[in-house]
């Protein structure tokens, strides 16, 4: 499935799809990190957007064993952060 990652809600929807991945191949560090990004309170949007920039990174270059969808992505997920990011 592609994901649409136009609005803060589907990219949090990633997130949880992305965390029943992550369980489901068991994957704990990267698991964690995920779980703890979307428990945290963050006082601006690029505060947000920046740690999640952090950890698709993280992800991305530790490879854990997703799908090729998953990965594509979460490549696509980057790109956007990345974009909003530079405003």
């Known amino acids: 499935m592609d994901w649409n990652f136009d609005t803060p809600e589907n990219i949090q929807e990633f997130i949880v799809?992305?965390?029943n991945e992550l369980e489901g191949i068991g994957e704990?560090?990267?698991l964690r990190e995920l779980k703890d990004w979307r428990d945290t309170f963050f006082t601006t949007?690029?505060?947000y957007f920046g740690e999640l920039l952090v950890?698709?990174?993280q992800l991305l270059n530790n490879k854990?064993?997703?799908s090729r969808t998953d990965?594509?992505?979460l490549k696509r997920l980057m790109l956007t952060l990345e974009d909003v990011l530079r405003g």
Request: no cysteine; charged share 30%; hydrophobic share 35%.
């Open 55 to 57: 950890i698709t990174k």
């Open 45 to 47: 949007s690029t505060e």
């Open 28 to 30: 704990t560090d990267l």
């Open 64 to 66: 854990p064993k997703l």
């Open 71 to 73: 990965i594509k992505n």
């Open 17 to 19: 799809h992305l965390v």
